[in-house]
């Protein structure tokens, strides 16, 4: 059977990691946990883009070759997964021969095809976007948006491949699948940028002018466009193994348009392929209420986040605050409210009530549960329905509002504590109360490794300590997720501290 394959986009490796890559692999991670866990066989491919201009620019400024520049800096985005453990198969640099042999063949055969021609262009051209722009790109008052950096006007003769004859084929495929891309108003915007006409897509440098890309197979003077060669990851992978097409590819949404819904597609088309069945487009993340930017000191540092609080707390805030498809903003006073209230001061003390007084009432051995009263019967109904609802939320990508749901019941299970109140059931002789007693006991660690059920795609680590101390091996889904007495004579360890209490907001370390 066929694995589910899903891709994060390949980065740059013309700058550091920053929140945006850390949020896109944590996001592509979930889904693939989720759908592990749901029986799933899945391949989860990452990787980075090591050609192109600006590397060739920035070795050139430090004086050393290419290679060694995206060796190192490759090497930071690589040591990104495990501070976050993200649980990727594999790992794709587009210096490797593997994709290098893929893409040269892809290109030869859409030359013989004839769907690439030489020709001269003078226009516009975008060194940071590695791009030729057209009028349509200025802005109304003539000037070239920021986000193109220094444009200058050049003529050159290059390699072109005729995306504009696929263009009313791509607005039928887009027009006949409407769920190609979530959230659907991204494919909304697809369109309404497909209804002016597209021109050829310009796939070749001069090696006069760029040598550092894959040269192309039938003209050695040029090199293959960045787009062209590094879209071709998500196939040259595995090109040779029967996996494609992709499940989702998982991407930001300023490469939507026009290289994942464009170009993309389009080329595999061309080139009989099919596409990938789905697009998931996030939103940019701010800081404190502004754009990143790491010149002005405003940015977040990953692995400031996971050597404080813990890679789970980052993970789990980065899932539960942006609503995925949507833009959101991140702040430490934000992280700590989340971090206090609902890891620390709700799940962490679920967690301390149960082996607590599970060890000074019960010897540290889960005791069976008796009869349910209403109490349980009502923590019971609401785990059914909790369960039947998380689990339609994380098929749609909802991760966010799953959560919600989820530490909703573990507040509920805290509150039937307070109701079922075993401290004073402990101190009581009498023959009911000490069955009570241990009904509430085994509840309470019953309904504590459920809630670590369902958050272990998006907090692994939490989900595997709370297992540990609770004596517990779990099954796959959806056994796992069934109220059941499957604890009952489990000897659970005498404390766990998850969540440690951190500084307050105003008492922050500053950045180093």
């Not at 006069?208 to 196939?235: C, H, K, M, S």
């Not at 789905?278 to 400031?304: C, D, Q, R, Y």
């Not at 009570?436 to 459920?450: D, H, K, V």
């Amino acid at each position: 059977m066929k694995p589910f394959y899903l891709t994060t986009a390949i980065d740059y490796v013309n700058g550091a990691p920053h929140l945006g890559h850390a949020y896109e692999k944590v996001l592509t991670d979930v889904i693939a946990r989720f759908r592990r866990l749901r029986g799933d066989r899945v391949f989860f491919l990452t990787g980075v883009d090591e050609h192109g201009q600006k590397v060739q620019q920035a070795a050139q400024q430090r004086g050393i070759p290419p290679q060694q520049y995206v060796d190192e800096t490759g090497a930071d985005f690589r040591a990104l997964l495990p501070l976050l453990n993200i649980s990727n198969d594999d790992f794709i640099r587009t210096t490797e021969d593997r994709h290098k042999r893929v893409v040269t063949r892809l290109l030869q055969q859409l030359f013989d095809k004839g769907d690439i021609y030489l020709a001269k262009y003078s226009g516009f051209y975008s060194t940071r976007q590695e791009q030729f722009l057209q009028e349509k790109d200025r802005q109304p008052d003539g000037t070239w948006p920021e986000i193109y950096g220094e444009v200058t006007e050049i003529t050159e003769t290059n390699y072109f491949f005729k995306l504009k004859q696929y263009q009313a084929w791509l607005v039928e495929f887009l027009t006949t699948h409407e769920n190609f891309i979530f959230p659907r108003f991204r494919q909304k915007q697809v369109l309404e940028f497909l209804k002016e006409p597209l021109n050829d897509l310009c796939i070749s440098r001069p090696r006069e002018r760029l040598a550092w890309g894959i040269p192309l197979p039938f003209d050695p003077q040029y090199v293959t466009y960045v787009w062209f060669d590094a879209l071709v990851n998500y196939y040259s992978v595995v090109a040779e193994t029967g996996q494609w097409p992709a499940d989702i590819h998982v991407i930001g949404k300023d490469i939507l348009v026009p290289p994942h819904a464009v170009y993309w597609p389009i080329m595999l088309h061309a080139l009989g392929l099919e596409v990938p069945k789905s697009l998931l487009v996030h939103g940019w993340w701010s800081v404190n209420g502004v754009k990143m930017s790491k010149s002005t000191g405003n940015f977040i540092e990953p692995a400031e986040y996971t050597t404080e609080f813990g890679t789970d707390a980052l993970r789990y805030f980065l899932i539960r605050e942006m609503n995925v498809g949507q833009d959101s903003d991140f702040t430490r006073a934000q992280f700590l409210v989340r971090y206090n209230s609902e890891l620390a001061n709700n799940l962490g003390n679920l967690v301390n009530r149960t082996l607590n007084m599970t060890t000074r009432f019960a010897a540290g051995v889960i005791p069976a549960a008796g009869p349910a009263e209403a109490p349980e019967q009502e923590l019971q109904a609401l785990w059914t329905t909790t369960r039947d609802e998380v689990i339609p939320l994380c098929e749609g990508f909802q991760f966010h509002a799953a959560l919600e749901r989820t530490f909703a019941f573990v507040t509920a299970t805290n509150a039937y504590i307070e109701k079922r109140a075993p401290w004073k059931l402990g101190k009581s002789t009498t023959a009911a109360d000490q069955a009570l007693l241990r009904t509430s006991l085994a509840t309470m660690a019953e309904a504590l490794r459920l809630a670590a059920a369902l958050i272990s795609p998006v907090m692994p680590t939490t989900t595997e300590k709370i297992n540990a101390v609770l004596g517990h091996t779990p099954v796959g889904w959806p056994d796992e997720l069934a109220w059941g007495a499957r604890l009952t004579g489990r000897k659970v360890a005498e404390a766990l501290v998850l969540f440690p209490r951190p500084l307050p907001a105003d008492k922050a370390p500053a950045k180093s």
